[in-house]
Every structure is written in structure tokens, then in C-alpha cells.
């Protein structure tokens, strides 16, 4: 193993010791449920297991590209919920924002549709926005972008807008049935280039998101900071589990690394 030990103490040391600086991030929803955003997946709390208002059979039809087509209700009644503007970002998302600051950051990988790391302070160029987001739609028919505005107003309002073409506007946000963007593909490769990886929040459940730790390196040690085990982490030798919040677990990794001050200065900023 790199890391004498399976303890964030040992991951600080790793990083000093190397100079880290390629750090990749994976993350998902559970960094955005103290802000106040449900996840998917939790078993009370999680948007899945709280449809039942929508009529739906299967939870998941609420993003799934078919269904929208069919219906796009069920989808405009939760993203008047979802609609970013409304969150403070939370402190793993100034921990990022810190990384980024101490010029290690390569690249972050989000699922998330919230544009909380944008609003952290994380530069546009280093996110991939995997899964999409809020900030843009467009018809899914003819594919004519809908403006900003007229979006937000609709949302507002609890109205399905539509394109002048007939067919329903959709934010770019990859549905089930749909591919992710292109900007994912092209910075897989980066994850082979990480000397460090962080997986926070996410259940690793939706493909082809929950393959990248897989493309860390081998020698390459990765933390998880999650409420439970997932993706198969602990199979690796270099392999370092802080499993609770996630708000706790960048509270533990800044303090091994003697930024503990810095990182909430940053939040309460
Ligand atoms: P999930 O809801 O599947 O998983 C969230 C993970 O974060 C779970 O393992 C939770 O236990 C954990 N978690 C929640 N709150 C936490 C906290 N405060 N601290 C630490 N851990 C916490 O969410 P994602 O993995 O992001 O796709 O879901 C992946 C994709 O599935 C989403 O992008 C979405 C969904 O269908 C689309 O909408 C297209
Ligand atoms: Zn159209």
C-alpha cells in the first residue's frame, strides 16, 4: 500500500509528502441535503420514496426521457422544488472551493443539477457537469433553446413550457434514456491521471457515473466520504472510508490537513 495506514491522518501525510496536486472529485446528491435538497436514494428522506403525490409507478419515470414525453407533470411539479437559486452551498461544497484554491484540484465530477459548486466559487472549466443541469433547455423535439427568463416563469408558476414548434421544453438535465455529455467522456481520461480521489455523497448506483473511481489508479489512494459504504470501496489496499456526513467528513480532512480554520472562513464567507 502507499498509505501507511486506512486513516485521513495518513491521507494528509500522503498528500504533503507527494505534492499532490490532481486531485479528482466524484460526487452526487448527499452533498446537498444539508443545504436542504432530498437525495434520491435514502430510504425516508430521499425525492424517491416522497413521489407518491406524482402518480408515478416507478419513481425513477419522473427523469426518464420516455415518460417526459408522454407527460412532463410530474417532472415541472418537483423541479419547482429543485430549482436552484433557493440554496446556500454547504461546507463539502467550500471544501472543493478550498482544493481549487490550493491549486489541486484537476478536475470535479458531479451528478448533481444544482449548480452549488458553481456557486461555491468552483471555476466552470474544472466541473463536468455529468448528469446536466438547470442552467439551460431547450425543446425536445426540434431541439431550439428556450430562454432563461420564460423558464424560470413558468417554473415559477408551476407551468409545462412548450416550444412554438408544439413540443415541451426540457432543461438540459440527462434523463434516463438520454447520454451524458460529451464533456464527460472526453475527461475520463483525466481520472487515470488523478493522484488522489475523493467520492462524496453518492450511492454509485447510476451507470456510467458509478464505473469512475474504478479508473483511479491503482497505486492511487481514494477516500470516500459517505453515511455508508458503496461502489465496492475498501476493496483497495489505499482505499480510506470517513462513513457520516459529509459535512463532518471535509470538517476532518481539512483539520488533518491544517486547514480546519481556513475551511469554515471560506464557508462563512
Ligand atoms: P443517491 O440518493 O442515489 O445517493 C446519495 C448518497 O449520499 C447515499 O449513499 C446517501 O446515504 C448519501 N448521503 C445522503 N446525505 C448525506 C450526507 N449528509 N452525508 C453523507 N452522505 C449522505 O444520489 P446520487 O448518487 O447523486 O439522476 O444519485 C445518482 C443519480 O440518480 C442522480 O444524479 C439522479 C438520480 O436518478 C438523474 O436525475 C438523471
Ligand atoms: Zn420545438
Known amino acids: 500500500p502507499v498509505l501507511e495506514s486506512r486513516s485521513i491522518e495518513a491521507v494528509a501525510k500522503y498528500i504533503k509528502e507527494n505534492d499532490v496536486n490532481r486531485v479528482v472529485l466524484m460526487v452526487g446528491a448527499g452533498i446537498s441535503t444539508s443545504a436542504g435538497i432530498p437525495d434520491f436514494r435514502s430510504p425516508d428522506t430521499g425525492l424517491y420514496a416522497n413521489l407518491a403525490f406524482l402518480d408515478l409507478e416507478e419513481p425513477e419515470d419522473v427523469f426518464d426521457i420516455g415518460?417526459?414525453?408522454q407527460n412532463p407533470?410530474?417532472?415541472y411539479a418537483l423541479a419547482h422544488e429543485l430549482y436552484p437559486g433557493r440554496y446556500r452551498?454547504?461546507?463539502a461544497h467550500s471544501f472543493i472551493k478550498l482544493l481549487?484554491?490550493?491549486g489541486m484540484l484537476l478536475k470535479h465530477f458531479t451528478q448533481n443539477i444544482d449548480c452549488l459548486e458553481r456557486q461555491a466559487g468552483v471555476p466552470g472549466e474544472k466541473i463536468i457537469e455529468a448528469h446536466g443541469s438547470f442552467a439551460s433547455q431547450r425543446c425536445i423535439e426540434c431541439k431550439k433553446p428556450y430562454p432563461n427568463d420564460l423558464m424560470k416563469q413558468?417554473?415559477?408558476t408551476r407551468k409545462v413550457p412548450c416550444c412554438d414548434c408544439g413540443g415541451y421544453v426540457k432543461p438540459d438535465i440527462v434523463f434516463f434514456g438520454e447520454a451524458l455529455p460529451r464533456s464527460f467522456f472526453d475527461s475520463m481520461p483525466q481520472v487515470a491521471e488523478a493522484d488522489l480521489c475523493i467520492v462524496m455523497g453518492t450511492s454509485l448506483m447510476v451507470q456510467p457515473f458509478a464505473s469512475l473511481p474504478q479508473h483511479v489508479g491503482r497505486r492511487v489512494p481514494r477516500v470516500l466520504i459517505n453515511m455508508q459504504k458503496v461502489g465496492g470501496f475498501g476493496s483497495r489496499a489505499d482505499?480510506?472510508?470517513?462513513l457520516g456526513e459529509c459535512?463532518?467528513?471535509v470538517r476532518k480532512f481539512a483539520k488533518a490537513m491544517g486547514w480546519g480554520d481556513e475551511l469554515e472562513a471560506l464557508w462563512e464567507a
Not at 239 to 242: R, S, T
Request: hydrophobic content about 45%.
Open 67 to 69: 415518460f417526459f414525453r
Open 73 to 75: 407533470k410530474p417532472f
Open 89 to 91: 452551498p454547504t461546507i
Open 100 to 102: 481549487y484554491d490550493k
Open 154 to 156: 413558468m417554473v415559477g
Open 239 to 242: 482505499d480510506v472510508m470517513l
Open 247 to 249: 459535512d463532518a467528513g
